[in-house]
């Protein structure tokens, strides 16, 4: 099943960068530097998944086009 973009994607962006920036504060609000330590590489998950998006975006034109231009197999 390949995967292809769809805008309700970038609903996933927000949430995951949220969790890990709440998760830090969290840890160092409670005085747990393991929990703002996970919670800080946890953020970096976020610009990671928008990269993805990103790319998935950039590349659904052409994607697209690509399959309209094949046969439809029967």
Do not use: D, N
Not at 17 to 39: F, H, I, N, S
Not at 43 to 61: D, E, K, T
């Amino acid at each position: 099943m390949p995967l292809r973009y769809e805008t309700s994607r970038w609903s996933m962006v927000f949430p995951i960068g949220m969790y890990g920036v709440a998760t830090r504060e969290l840890g160092e609000a409670a005085g747990r530097g393991w929990m703002a330590a996970t919670g800080a590489s946890e953020a970096w998950a976020a610009p990671a998944v928008w990269a993805v998006v990103l790319a998935g975006i950039l590349s659904a034109p052409a994607t697209s086009l690509q399959r309209s231009r094949q046969p439809e197999a029967k």
